[in-house]
């Protein structure tokens, strides 16, 4: 009976609700153009999220010194400016690198930075474009995978770091794995927790499996740059408190702040023909054929999202570590951070 339920969803159900959201989607659409004409508005291309938004966060963690550049991209031209968290000390023989995924910051990472420092590790955090306390560009089409690899390849560039730990979830994943394999020579150890590669699939197995993702997919397209962030993350942890959420909505005080986080759903690949899927194929094929080095794989026992993308790194990286992180959701960070910190030292230090 149960089962014959899930397929109903996955059969009936769920691809009546994308139809839903394709259709308002497509409503919404239609209205922004009419309002366009109607009274146009411009709007500035960069925004940044006033420092007062931020107040508070100590009291939850989150005291840690800020950090900003902006990074060159030749002829003259600068990124929006860069957030990042750098604690730690310099000469450190290890630097963790810890990198989020949507729609969170680096506000994601505040219950691990301290005792992965106390172990005597370099911890750097930066805020992807888009998110926390870096520049937001205002339209979402300003957003591309590659902007963000850009990015992160030219903070390592500028910290100069080197024997570096990834430590990725959900669009860290995406993101930090590809710049693993551009520059692998950085690159000393993996720790991959809740995320994926996809490569974008025709087999009518694998899309049903991917059908709960079309949902959240969809629903981002059809909301748009009026992402519920608050709601989103009381649906994904275990134990939401306001103040927490707060802490998660502070970097997004209005829709012109949110067109990262509303772009970021959206260039996950849906067939192999795009860009991003061929970038993660090669990424994928990377992990296989070249990455010999230590590799942790610790997914969530209470994640929808990414259920299941653990037996893939897994195919992969044969020689992987594994552990599964009981009683967490999507964001294990919050959920679960003074584990996931315990299992790293124990990693790094071959103690696992």
Not at 17 to 41: G, H
Not at 53 to 81: H, Q, T
Not at 93 to 110: D, K
Request: with cysteine; aromatic share 10%; proline share 7%.
């Amino acid at each position: 009976m149960g089962q014959m339920k899930r397929y109903f969803k996955r059969l009936v159900v769920f691809p009546a609700i994308i139809i839903t959201f394709q259709c308002l989607y497509l409503l919404r659409k239609a209205v922004e153009v009419v309002a366009s004409v109607l009274r146009p508005v411009r709007h500035p291309a960069v925004v940044r999220t006033p420092e007062e938004c931020f107040k508070g966060l100590e009291a939850l963690g989150y005291s840690f010194r800020p950090n900003y550049v902006e990074l060159p991209v030749g002829g003259g031209k600068m990124l929006p400016r860069v957030h990042y968290i750098d604690e730690g000390p310099r000469d450190a023989s290890e630097t963790i690198l810890c990198l989020h995924g949507e729609p969170s910051w680096s506000f994601l990472y505040r219950h691990m930075v301290p005792g992965l420092v106390r172990a005597g590790y370099r911890v750097v955090v930066p805020d992807f474009i888009g998110f926390g306390k870096s520049d937001k560009f205002t339209h979402p089409e300003s957003y591309s995978h590659e902007l963000h690899c850009m990015t992160l390849r030219l903070l390592l560039d500028h910290l100069r770091l080197r024997d570096i730990t990834l430590v990725c979830q959900d669009w860290g994943g995406l993101t930090g794995l590809p710049v693993v394999r551009d520059c692998s020579h950085l690159f000393s150890r993996l720790v991959i927790m809740n995320t994926g590669l996809p490569v974008g699939t025709s087999r009518s197995e694998k899309l049903m499996q991917a059908i709960p993702f079309l949902v959240w997919r969809t629903f981002c397209q059809m909301v748009g740059t009026a992402l519920p962030v608050g709601r989103l993350f009381n649906m994904a942890l275990v134990n939401p408190k306001p103040e927490v959420v707060k802490g998660y909505e502070a970097p997004f005080p209005s829709s012109l702040h949110k067109a990262g986080a509303a772009q970021w759903p959206l260039l996950v690949p849906l067939t192999a023909n795009t860009p991003v899927a061929a970038d993660m194929q090669a990424t994928r094929d990377f992990l296989a054929k070249v990455w010999k080095r230590p590799a942790l794989v610790k997914f969530s026992d209470g994640d929808p999202i990414t259920r299941g993308q653990e037996k893939v790194f897994l195919r992969l990286m044969p020689h992987a570590c594994t552990k599964t992180v009981c009683g967490a959701k999507h964001f294990l960070q919050e959920d679960k951070g003074e584990e996931l910190t315990a299992h790293i030292v124990s990693f790094i230090g071959d103690k696992l």
